[in-house]
């Protein structure tokens, strides 16, 4: 491959599917049933590779694996084979690993990273995870409970030009996981390994091993490109390496091996598997194209007037993106009754900064939803103003058995639209404030809006400021 830019960078990933059982056993998986499992307890003779035990593939994880397989493009080979990846490490009981070689369950495809970039994929393949070490004080321990967890293994083109690039495919690349109902962010796993070189280096590949999270991904590419950056700036030669990240720096680990290092061969306990039609439309059951991240937010954009950037952060949460595509459809579609994008506002600027600040995702909350479609609604009517709007959104969404309406009608939140009330008080306001008035009449209209405070005040926030302003405005304008 010839490269044109001065930065290339190229992404494994390791993705634990959310399954029931491990890959090749009954054994629990550790990513759906939680990690609170004592250690060398969720183990048999098949994950810690006993002599005679035979290797069992889970059809789950298949489906899971041809599902993201299907939707990012990827071409399917007519049959499922299984390969030993030969290596001697610790936390690798059978000094195998199960994995995919020659026909990995995906070639191709592509992830979209913005709206009109991509980033290419080379294949994806299915695989056995090892088990894991804790080391302290000069001693290792080794847990065996994670063997034979179910992983995909993404690894892309080397196509990315700038650490932010990483950055954001990890961040759609999990998006995409979750509307497939494959991964869950909070209990399963995802760690990328990056492959980064630079033109001064005449593109001497390094990888950085186990990087976990969005921020850690930038953050180690940036300090390995200065580091070779340097290295070349004070003639030192960078060399074929594999290297750790520690949340500040990379460290040599090891020199990188290639291919030919593990001597793959077929694993022979696990005959060929047909790829049928059948099997793949069995994978996508429950999958609609439609639905999937970026095809939703080209889909709300068709209907809807709403920026970009406001979509893709609401939509990053599948579970608000659905109720937000809902909400969209029944009450700016159908009805024709709110503005799309104040709703959208609403969700980023309110919603979210809830969420964030709960540190929980939507589909996390135990509440009413029909308590959150009727405050929404009466915001967007103003019938409630911005102050009880906030208070009555944290309780909706925190308190399981809260009452809205009770809470609403027992505290007399309401703002008042009446405009005979609200045309006494406009009254006074004016009677009272005369300065006010002269400069309005003056041309000042932004003094108008000292009125409209006046108005809120004496009513203690029970006038509706927009009908407050227009009936001022018809006073002073006689």
């Known amino acids: 491959m010839k490269f044109t830019s001065d930065i290339i960078i190229g992404l494994e990933?390791?993705?634990?599917?959310?399954?029931?059982s491990k890959l090749f056993c009954s054994c629990k998986n550790p990513s759906f049933h939680g990690?609170?499992?004592k250690a060398n307890e969720n183990v048999c003779n098949i994950c810690l590779g006993y002599p005679g035990s035979k290797p069992h593939p889970n059809?789950?994880?298949?489906?899971?694996a041809l599902k993201l397989a299907n939707i990012i493009g990827c071409q399917i080979p007519k049959k499922?084979?299984?390969?030993?990846?030969?290596?001697?490490?610790?936390?690798?009981?059978?000094?195998?690993?199960?994995?995919q070689d020659e026909f990995p369950i995906g070639m191709g495809g592509k992830i979209q990273i913005g709206l009109n970039e991509f980033v290419k994929l080379h294949h994806i393949h299915i695989e056995e995870d090892p088990g894991s070490m804790v080391i302290s004080n000069n001693t290792c321990l080794i847990d065996y409970n994670r063997s034979g967890t179910p992983l995909i293994e993404l690894v892309t083109n080397p196509v990315m030009t700038k650490p932010e690039q990483a950055r954001e495919f990890l961040k759609k690349l999990i998006i995409i996981l979750e509307y497939l109902n494959i991964f869950d962010r909070y209990n399963c796993t995802l760690k990328a390994d990056a492959n980064i070189s630079i033109k001064e280096t005449n593109y001497t590949r390094v990888e950085i091993k186990n990087i976990n999270g969005f921020k850690d991904i930038e953050q180690a590419l940036e300090f390995e490109i200065n580091r070779q950056k340097d290295c070349v700036q004070n003639n030192e030669t960078i060399k074929l390496e594999t290297r750790g990240w520690d949340g500040t720096k990379t460290f040599f680990q090891r020199s990188k091996e290639e291919a030919a290092d593990y001597g793959y061969y077929p694993e022979n306990d696990?005959?060929?598997?047909?790829?049928?039609?059948?099997?793949?439309?069995?994978?996508?059951?429950?999958?609609?194209k439609d639905d999937i991240y970026y095809n939703k937010i080209n889909n709300?954009?068709?209907?809807?007037?709403?920026?970009?950037?406001?979509l893709e952060i609401i939509l990053e949460d599948k579970n608000l993106g659905e109720f937000f595509n809902e909400f969209l459809n029944k009450n700016c579609k159908y009805e024709n009754k709110f503005n799309p994008q104040l709703v959208a506002n609403y969700f980023r600027n309110r919603i979210i900064?809830?969420?964030?600040?709960?540190?929980?995702?939507?589909?996390?909350?135990?509440?009413?939803?029909?308590?959150?479609?009727?405050?929404i609604k009466k915001y967007l009517d103003k019938i409630i103003d911005n102050k009880i709007n906030n208070l009555l959104l944290e309780k909706v969404l925190s308190e399981s058995n809260f009452d809205l309406i009770k809470y609403i009608e027992e505290n007399d939140l309401e703002q008042s639209s009446d405009d005979s009330f609200i045309t006494d008080l406009a009254k006074k306001a004016i009677l009272d404030n005369q300065i006010a008035v002269d400069a309005y009449k003056n041309g000042d209209l932004k003094s108008i809006n000292f009125l409209v405070g006046v108005i809120m005040k004496n009513s203690r926030g029970k006038a509706n400021p927009s009908t407050a302003k227009q009936i001022l405005e018809n006073i002073l304008n006689k």
């Open 13 to 20: 990933v390791h993705i634990s599917l959310k399954t029931q």
């Open 35 to 37: 990690k609170n499992i």
């Open 59 to 64: 059809k789950q994880a298949v489906l899971f």
């Open 80 to 99: 499922l084979c299984f390969d030993r990846k030969n290596y001697f490490y610790p936390d690798l009981v059978k000094n195998f690993q199960i994995t």
């Open 270 to 288: 696990i005959p060929p598997i047909k790829i049928t039609e059948e099997i793949i439309k069995e994978s996508m059951i429950d999958c609609n």
């Open 300 to 310: 709300i954009l068709e209907d809807f007037d709403i920026n970009l950037e406001d």
């Open 353 to 375: 900064k809830i969420l964030n600040q709960m540190e929980i995702n939507f589909s996390k909350l135990n509440f009413n939803i029909n308590n959150l479609t009727i405050l």
